[in-house]
């Protein structure tokens, strides 16, 4: 295979999943802005992003928006791997409006799902009254349901032992951590099963090159 028939291919990928990509841009974009930020700005900035109990009290539609424009830790390389491991293949499959749908759903419930137990902790004496300004940011929710979802896109017998494989993945943690983010991913992977109504008649995956410049499946 020729260099410019190997581009052409890798573009024509890259195309036929642009919600994948651009949010992967500005994931990097974010990225680096956070790299020119001090530590004590870089706290306080990503909290005001925070899907955290102050925040959603306050100001529930901007952070659910800007908590998943942020990656807390500053390590982009590897979301770059995993969007085009999981995101890529599930806009090719979904086309972009369902796959942002799973991805808007598994994000904006879990968070508010897992918030909403850590606050019943805090107002039960179960956890420190200071989490209510958790830093809660990231993509994790949304990549969580995407995997999920997947388990559709593979034929059976080989679906199952997907499945299990993530519930295990997910739920060994909110076994043994018991966090509000292990709840919150493990929740994410419920609603990723749960949106098997998307992907109802598309058993198999369509070819990118008759999904590239698609917006909608």
């Known amino acids: 295979m020729s260099i410019s028939r190997g581009f052409h291919r890798l573009w024509t990928y890259v195309r036929g999943a642009p919600g ?12 680096v802005a956070l790299h020119h930020m001090s530590p004590q700005f870089e706290d306080e900035f990503l909290r005001q992003r925070s899907t955290n109990i102050h925040e959603l009290s306050n100001n529930p539609v901007r952070v659910l928006v800007s908590s998943a424009m942020w990656i807390d830790g ?22 972009t409006g369902r796959w942002l749908a799973v991805c808007a759903a598994a994000h904006v419930l879990a968070s508010l799902i897992s918030e909403g137990a850590l606050l019943w902790a805090v107002r039960h004496g179960m956890a420190p009254g200071s989490s209510v300004d958790t830093l809660d940011i990231g993509v994790s929710y949304a990549l969580a349901g995407v995997i999920a979802v997947l388990a559709y896109r593979i034929p059976r017998p080989w679906r199952y032992p997907y499945a299990a494989a993530v519930l295990i993945v997910y739920g060994v943690p909110l076994v043994t951590g ?7 991913h493990f929740t994410s992977v419920l609603i990723g099963f749960g949106c098997y109504p998307l992907v109802r008649g598309r058993a198999r995956q369509r070819n990118p090159k008759e999904t590239a410049g698609a917006v909608e499946g």
């Not at 994948?20 to 990225?31: I, N, P, R």
């Not at 590897?78 to 979904?94: C, D, G, I, R, T």
């Open 178 to 184: 018991r966090s509000f983010t292990d709840l919150g």
């Open 74 to 95: 500053g390590r982009w390389l590897p979301y770059a791997l995993l969007f085009s491991v999981f995101h890529a293949p599930a806009e090719h499959w979904l086309g």
């Open 20 to 31: 994948t990509y651009l949010w992967l841009a500005v994931l990097f974009v974010t990225t």
